[in-house]
């Protein structure tokens, strides 16, 4: 196979699958500087990536307020990006070609004893914490 026929079986292959980011680490600040990033993602072909939103010693009150400004500025632009909230809005991503956006937390520190707030970050759009 020449490298003209395996690039395009990449191709053919990338376009199929459903490529996923399970954990992007993007700058943790309520500024619009991780577009470059996302970009990235989208132009590479991902169809899904999960954003880091927060971890261990910062508030909880500081990941709401992360995740409040970056699902506004991902639905201010929707004809490149899609917050997921179900399965279906995976492959919807995949047939229109946008990148489909979830959050993750790295600990479970910002829920301490308050186990309600995990629903909240759910909500919110926050898909796996680590523990």
């Not at 196979?1 to 996923?20: C, G, I, T, Y």
């Not at 699902?71 to 492959?91: G, N, P, T, Y």
């Not at 937390?105 to 926050?126: A, H, R």
């Amino acid at each position: 196979m020449d490298a003209k026929e395996h690039e395009s079986r990449s191709q053919r292959l990338l376009r199929a699958a459903l490529v996923w980011d399970n954990h992007g680490c993007l700058p943790l600040r309520a500024e619009p500087d991780f577009l470059p990033q996302l970009n990235r993602y989208h132009a590479a072909g991902v169809t899904v990536a999960s954003i880091n939103v927060g971890f261990a010693n910062m508030a909880w009150t500081e990941h709401v307020q992360l995740l409040s400004f970056m699902r506004q500025w991902i639905a201010k632009r929707s004809s490149m990006f899609r917050l997921i909230s179900c399965v279906e809005d995976v492959q919807l991503c995949k047939s229109e070609g946008k990148l489909g956006i979830v959050f993750d937390i790295e600990g479970m520190c910002p829920v301490q004893d308050n186990l309600s707030l995990v629903q909240t970050f759910y909500e919110l759009g926050v898909r796996w914490m680590l523990i």
